[in-house]
């Protein structure tokens, strides 16, 4: 038996501010290449625009868009006001402050191949900067096809737009955000890196995961790191194994060219997933600062032991989506998807089984699944602790005993809770497992938050804890490199192998099998 014991929660205190946080960003010009796309309409205007609102951007700011569409300033700014139109929709004062964002804006037309376009932008800078009492830096973001990151970081460096700054502290200040996918695989990651380098100090580059400005996964180094009780057994005396899941329910929807070359592993586990991993296994990082963060995360991914060819089959299973339902709906196959091929071999889930091979961790396996057009949406961190060394309490026919879980969800609903065995109550020894769960939402009310308003503000501020360094991208390509070119060489044979709606292939199911677990069905699905 299961069941839910609601905890009176209060709120005893806020704690200390942690450095970098409850801050305004830099007075600064922001310019987004690829200002008039996709990620530009749905994150990032609603983003610095929701930040606008609270008040963390300063007068002095500017947005300079640079895309290659013919529109006019008046065009841009209408076509952003309606990408930010539900940010903060109805609420006071909401209508004054847009009106002050969009006087902020402005628009730069060109190809970012011609060096035109970067002679014309250092000429808008200046005059931009010109309208600024004080200008801190310029940040640029690439919210563009990764085809264009190396190119495009190549001519600003040339234009002269993106000066070598020595240090971060240095002002004005530089920097450029890079979206993922950073490369297809270690080659290309490190040519990248390499082309980011040539250009820039490391401090400059800002590559961005967005998993890591949500709020739970930032929760996961408070709960370890400012709590005592969990770091004495989080090791592997008392841990018998961690699984770490991204459900989606949503399918490829229009991303069917960027997928079909991507697949699960590049989408999901060479950047979110692995990032959770991470900061699951890492050792205590001294300060809470980028570098002694980022030290302890690439530690982790260097120990993750190599996945040998012999191994492969018991270590990682693939599976790609054919029709089923969702919600009650049919919904069609991957390979019926747009821009899908009939016949593609592109894995829509995974799930892979790590060991990493440290003092803490060995014996330990993480296993992590990820998957588009499962039942539902949820992406969650279990830990799951050993069984008692000796069970004196006899199990009944028909009962089962549960072993605790710790679970970080993530999303949907975000929260911490424990799972553990209690005493039915009644004159019979009979057992049940009960959950103590503690709710962002019922503690501290519903947030609006998106990820991208901390990633940006952090950018905006210099604060570059949550974002990936050029040695962490490459140790996570490394990682999955050699299963990515075994699955490439090795053609699946039965896609597709598990139908839209349920919980991915069965032979998921006995990789996990194999250290005598299951798959946790995830909270609220
Ligand atoms: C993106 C992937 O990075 O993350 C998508 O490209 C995926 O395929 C998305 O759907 C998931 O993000 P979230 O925040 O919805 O879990």
């Excluded at 069609?332 to 071999?345: F, I, L, Q, T």
């Amino acid at each position: 038996m299961t069941g839910t014991i609601a905890i009176p929660l209060q709120v005893t205190g806020e704690g200390p501010v942690l450095p970098g946080r409850l801050r305004r960003a830099d007075p600064c010009i922001v310019v987004i290449f690829g200002a008039n796309g996709d990620l530009s309409h749905r994150k990032l205007i609603p983003a610095l625009f929701q930040l606008a609102i609270d008040g963390a951007i300063p007068d002095d700011f500017a947005i300079i868009g640079v895309d290659r569409d013919a529109l006019d300033d008046a065009t841009f700014k209408a076509g952003m006001r309606s990408a930010a139109a539900g940010v903060a929709a109805g609420s006071s004062g909401r209508d004054e402050i847009w009106a002050r964002f969009e006087a902020r804006l402005s628009y730069l037309h060109g190809n970012l191949d011609d060096t035109a376009t970067y002679a014309a932008l250092q000429q808008r800078l200046v005059a931009v900067d010109a309208t600024l009492k004080q200008v801190d830096g310029h940040l640029f973001h690439l919210a563009l096809p990764p085809s264009l990151y190396g190119p495009v970081i190549q001519h600003l460096s040339a234009s002269g737009v993106l000066p070598r700054t020595v240090e971060a502290s240095q002002r004005p200040w530089s920097r450029v955000i890079i979206e993922k996918p950073f490369g297809h695989d270690l080659g290309s990651a490190r040519a990248l890196n390499a082309v980011a380098r040539a250009a820039m100090g490391e401090h400059q580059i800002f590559r961005i995961d967005h998993y890591l400005g949500k709020e739970t996964v930032q929760n996961m180094l408070v709960l370890r790191f400012a709590n005592s009780i969990f770091e004495p057994i989080w090791n592997r005396h008392h841990i018998h194994h961690v699984q770490i899941t991204a459900a989606e329910d949503l399918g490829v929807e229009h991303r069917g060219v960027y997928y079909e070359e991507a697949g699960v592993v590049r989408d999901m586990f060479q950047n979110h997933l692995l990032q959770l991993l991470t900061l699951t296994a890492m050792e205590p990082p001294t300060a809470f600062r980028a570098d002694a963060v980022r030290d302890e995360k690439v530690k982790v991914l260097h120990a993750i032991r190599p996945i040998a060819s012999e191994d492969m089959h018991v270590s990682a299973v693939r599976g790609q989506y054919g029709a089923g339902m969702i919600g009650g709906a049919p919904v069609s196959g991957y390979r019926e998807e747009p821009h899908v091929s009939p016949e593609s071999n592109t894995p829509t889930y995974a799930a892979i089984r790590f060991m990493v091979d440290n003092w803490r961790w060995q014996g330990v396996p993480f296993f992590l699944r990820s998957g588009k057009r499962m039942p539902a949406r949820s992406t969650e961190i279990a830990i799951e602790f050993r069984r008692p060394p000796h069970l004196m309490f006899p199990i009944g026919q028909g009962q089962s005993f549960e072993t605790n879980v710790l679970v970080i969800r993530i999303q949907p609903s975000e929260g911490v809770a424990l799972c553990f065995e209690v005493k039915m109550p009644g004159v019979d020894m009979r057992m049940a497992s009960v959950n103590m769960d503690f709710d962002y939402h019922d503690a501290f009310g519903a947030s609006t938050h998106d990820a991208y308003e901390t990633l940006l503000l952090d950018c905006m501020t210099g604060e570059a804890t949550l974002f990936t360094r050029s040695d962490e991208a490459e140790a996570a390509w490394e990682t999955l490199d050699p299963l990515l070119a075994h699955w490439e060489s090795s053609m699946p044979q039965h896609f597709p192998n598990y139908a839209a709606g349920s919980w991915g292939p069965a032979v998921a199911d006995e990789l996990i099998a194999r250290v005598g677990a299951r798959w946790r069905r995830p909270a609220g699905t």
